[in-house]
Every structure is written in C-alpha cells, then in structure tokens.
C-alpha cells in the first residue's frame, strides 16, 4: 500500500499567487472514477485552478513516500510489444521545430529529461545530436539500457532534483510528458536553465488546463450530483499533478527569466463523443486552441 504526505498549497507553483486567487473545481478519487464516483472508495484531494495564470493543481498535494511507488512499475505493463520499438519517425517533428530556432550544428549535446525507454535519445542521435538523458524509473531505464541498447553513460538513474549537470552543457533539452508529473515544476525547469547553453532551447509537452472535452465531462458529473471533476491523477496512473495553460509559462518566464519562442496546441485523443461528431470537434479544437495537449519551446532572456 502506497504511502503519502499531503501538502496544502498556499501559492500557484507557477505564477506565485496566493490562494485567494484560486477556485475550487472539485474532488479527484485516488483511483479511476468511472462514470459514477459516488459508488467508488478511496482517498480524495481537492482540485483548484489558478485565476491569474490557470494552472490546475491538486490541493493538498499527494507526495508518496517513495517515488517507485508511482514509476516502478514494468513498461510492459504500460504497453504493447510494438512500443518497444524504434523508428526515426520517433520525435521527428519536434526535433525539427527545434533546430529551425538554434542554428543547428552537427554533435550539439541533447538533454532528455525522463528519457524513458530512450525511444527520443535514439531519434536526436540520428538527427545529428550526441544526446543525453536521465530517467526516474528503475524498469524504464533498465529496460532502456538492455532492449533499446542506450549507452550506460548516456543515460543517469534519478530523478531531476537529485541530478546534476555542468552549467551551459546543452543546447537543446526537453521534457516530453514530464513536467505534468514533477512536484516542483518551477524548481526542475529553473535548474533546466542552469544546464542550457546561451541560445539553446527547452521543449515541454504538458496536458492542456484549456481541454474543451473536460469540461463536457465535469458536466456530466455535476449533472449527476457529485462534485467530482476529471482533471488530474495524482493518486494513480498516469500519475498527473498540473495541468497547464500557456499563461501559466508566461508568468513563470518573468520569474525566472525565459520567453515562451513557439507554442502549439494538440487535439490528440477525443473520448467519450460520438465517432461522427469527431470532425465537428477537432475542428473546433484546433481552431480555439482547446486541444488536450501544449506544446512550448522556452528561450533564456
């Protein structure tokens, strides 16, 4: 059984305002809330979202005693075969919108923050990068090592807080589907900073605070009498602590000293509406900026 501390929070991780500038939205269960949570047990903690920069934070905070409680668990368990495999299609795109804005040479060094199975390692060193990663979990990064063959002193065991690097090492560092799950994204993307050279860029992929389909959903369960809301999971897989808007790195950028260079907005996923509504739906999407996903490449000041 996981065990955790529960933290209050007083201001917005990413803006700094105080928490009489935040709304409650509702409870989050510690395990799928299917379509009827009222019929559910377990441990709730509340969700709020910031009025000056709309971040979506779990109030208290859930902190497990030990972080493989959360990411030990085998990849296999998380996905098919056929994930285990490599193509350079991998990353393409997002390697591509980098080099476009960092005057690319051949050999600059590439930081990959919760590396994974390496899949995005493997993808910046066939594009002309000598890439670098540093992964939390002990199966992802064993499995990394032994079925994606990345090179032992490529890759480091541990999470952003208890690692280092030299400062100005990198020239492009990014956190694909990472920073939803940190504790302290402010801390993690400031000493981020630290490691990127003059010039060098950061790219952050994190769950939209924007979705239009979460609040369809948090209808639903309004409508049937609870106060529930689908935002988050910091309880059970996959483990999210925020959801973000692109004000949310706006403000943190003129606390730490980064510009937001390119931002883009993904509509990825649509559940729980009919198939022939989804064209409807991801037009609409794309067109508001409400997709699931945000995108944003940051630039030191």
């Not at 010039?199 to 639903?220: A, D, Q």
Request: hydrophobic residues 35%.
């Amino acid at each position: 059984m996981r065990e955790y501390t529960f933290i209050d929070i007083d201001t917005c991780e990413m803006c700094g305002s105080p928490s009489n500038e935040h709304k409650v939205l509702g409870m989050r269960l510690d395990s799928s809330q299917g379509k009827n949570p009222k019929n559910k047990t377990g441990i709730s903690v509340g969700v709020k979202q910031c009025l000056n920069c709309n971040l979506i934070f779990s109030s208290p905070k859930p902190i497990p005693s030990n972080i493989q409680d959360h990411y030990g668990t085998p990849p296999e368990d998380y996905w098919k075969a056929e994930y285990f495999k490599w193509t350079p299609k991998y990353f393409k795109y997002e390697i591509e919108t980098a080099k476009k804005r960092i005057s690319f040479q051949k050999g600059m060094k590439a930081l990959d923050i919760g590396a994974g199975l390496g899949k995005a390692m493997l993808s910046l060193e066939h594009f002309g990068f000598e890439a670098y990663g540093l992964e939390p979990s002990i199966p992802f990064y064993e499995r990394a090592i032994k079925k994606m063959n990345i090179k032992p002193d490529r890759l480091q065991l541990g999470a952003i807080e208890d690692l280092d690097y030299k400062k100005d090492e990198f020239d492009f560092i990014t956190f694909g589907a990472v920073v939803e799950h940190l504790y302290n994204p402010k801390i993690c993307i400031e000493e981020a900073m630290n490691w990127l050279k003059p010039g060098g860029l950061i790219h952050i992929e994190v769950p939209s605070s924007k979705w239009l389909l979460s609040k369809y959903i948090n209808l639903f369960f309004k409508l049937r009498g609870t106060n529930y809301v689908t935002h988050l999971s910091p309880m059970h897989a996959p483990f999210h602590l925020y959801e973000f808007d692109l004000k949310s790195f706006q403000e943190l950028g003129k606390k730490i000293g980064f510009i937001v260079e390119h931002y883009e907005y993904s509509v990825c996923e649509i559940y729980f509406i009919p198939k022939f509504l989804h064209p409807l739906f991801r037009w609409y999407m794309k067109k508001t900026n409400k997709g699931m996903q945000l995108t944003v490449y940051l630039r030191m000041k």
